[in-house]
């Protein structure tokens, strides 16, 4: 995880509202990775980011947005949480390509009521 | 769209044992890795085969890649408890491309 920070780490929040996950990293990564991971389901990606204000949708987007203002910086957005987005997140990072090794945060378990 | 598939779903052997896993993927892929999940962790990355390469070895890992079967298999010999957790295959989609694809992954037991 060295290099990889989320927060928050736990959140449980209400259907509804709105919620932003963070990603941070010491890494100069270009790449940065949203996924989610459900029992069943394995990893399922989100969205992810090639560069500075580049990103692009994965398998699994609808419901959430993105946004990368700065290299280290990666926010998840929730603009109104449901009952299905109940998930553990992972956010990860790759240096030279995407089909390259990618390394993983902590994860951001988030309870949707 | 699932890329990868682990077999077995579950694996518990005795410490001490060989642990064998295997990954089946649909397309031509340029890269496949293997990743391992403790409980309540995030992923680590474990060891990268590329397309051209058919074993790759990581102290007490050795994967295999047969890209005629598109196939490929973990093996982690001597097993220790510390290697309880859940392994997943992840793979290119085989066109230059930014991301990868997981399976769902095996969880591997070791029995004391």
């Known amino acids: 995880d060295a290099g990889i920070t989320q927060s928050p780490r736990h959140k449980v929040t209400e259907t509804g509202t709105p919620v932003t996950l963070r990603c941070h990293q010491t890494?100069?990564?270009?790449?940065m990775y949203w996924y989610r991971q459900d029992p069943g389901h394995g990893l399922r990606l989100i969205h992810y980011?090639?560069?500075?204000?580049?990103?692009d949708k994965g398998e699994v987007s609808d419901g959430y947005s993105v946004s990368r203002s700065k290299t280290e910086d990666f926010l998840l957005t929730l603009e109104s949480a449901t009952s299905s987005q109940t998930s553990v997140y992972f956010c990860?990072?790759?240096?030279?390509?995407?089909?390259?090794?990618?390394?993983f945060g902590p994860g951001t378990r988030l309870l949707v009521l | 769209s699932q890329q990868g598939e682990e077999d077995p779903q579950a694996l518990s052997i005795q410490e001490g044992e060989n642990a064998t896993m295997n990954c089946s993927y649909k397309t031509s892929i340029n890269n496949l890795q293997w990743y391992r999940q403790n409980s309540g962790r995030g992923l680590v990355h474990l060891i990268l085969i590329r397309s051209n390469e058919r074993e790759k070895h990581s102290g007490r890992l050795r994967v295999t890649l047969d890209t005629s079967k598109k196939s490929s298999s973990l093996l982690i010999t001597a097993s220790r408890a510390a290697d309880t957790a859940s392994y997943f295959c992840a793979t290119d989609l085989g066109e230059r491309d930014d991301k990868i694809i997981f399976g769902k992954g095996t969880r591997l037991h070791i029995l004391p």
């Open positions: 990860a990072i790759s240096g030279s390509s995407g089909e390259e090794t990618q390394y």
């Open positions: 980011s090639y560069g500075v204000k580049d990103t």
């Open positions: 890494e100069n990564h270009r790449y």
